[in-house]
């Protein structure tokens, strides 16, 4: 009996031992999370027609640094990217990188392309769900397009971001391209595509609403 008893007891201590390290290694992957920020964008995010670096996703890299905030950014962005082909991705990429923060910036090529709207706003719903049911944190971008489908359209498209926002409680960048799509000088040829000009302001629209989520993520 005596030796049985000691033998439970090592068996006891080396459960414990084991659950020690798992708890660590839990602890470690929260704190890895902590400093990622995916950016699951179309070709407003993956610059389109710039130079390599020049894009709002890098410069906001850049102001990470600058602001001391130890985050490391993945832009999985893709031109020509829709709401159906981000819902599909985004499973993998939160799998993959584990972010604490998923930038949303898709939408823009289902509006161009005259889609359902109710079908681009379930795909978004279902990502906002999937960044969350990840333990990340969503950060919904709103876009607008021209009325090239008429003002019903144009206007359903441009409410559904604030209609998810506030039915979700996500937090909103409420127009990507405030300060830019009023002014022609700060498009590529084709009219769509920002320059490299435009980048800083885009930046600061987004940095306003991404920045508490960053500090929120740093006390954790």
Do not use: C
């Not at 020690?20 to 950016?39: I, P, R």
């Not at 906001?60 to 031109?79: G, V």
Request: charged share 20%.
């Amino acid at each position: 009996m005596p030796n049985d008893l000691i033998r439970f007891g090592r068996s006891v201590r080396s459960l414990q031992i084991i659950t020690a390290l798992m708890l660590a290694l839990m602890t470690n992957w929260a704190y890895s999370a902590s400093k990622t920020v995916l950016v699951l964008g179309d070709s407003l995010a993956a610059e389109y027609g710039l130079a390599r670096g020049s894009g709002w996703a890098a410069l906001l890299e850049k102001r990470l640094n600058a602001e001391k905030l130890d985050t490391r950014i993945i832009n999985a962005s893709i031109s020509g990217e829709t709401t159906s082909g981000g819902k599909a991705r985004l499973p993998a990429l939160l799998e993959q990188h584990r972010p604490a923060i998923v930038i949303i910036e898709l939408g823009a090529n289902d509006g161009l392309r005259g889609l359902p709207v109710a079908s681009a706003k379930a795909n978004l719903r279902t990502m906002i769900a999937a960044v969350r049911k990840a333990h990340a944190q969503p950060l919904l971008v709103g876009m607008q397009i021209p009325p090239n489908y008429g003002r019903q359209y144009t206007e359903r498209f441009s409410s559904m971001y604030k209609e998810l926002s506030g039915e979700l409680d996500v937090p909103l960048v409420p127009f990507l391209l405030d300060g830019v799509a009023d002014n022609p000088q700060l498009f590529q040829a084709d009219r769509l595509h920002p320059l490299a000009e435009a980048q800083p302001i885009i930046l600061d629209n987004i940095w306003p609403h991404l920045k508490p989520l960053l500090r929120k993520q740093a006390r954790h």
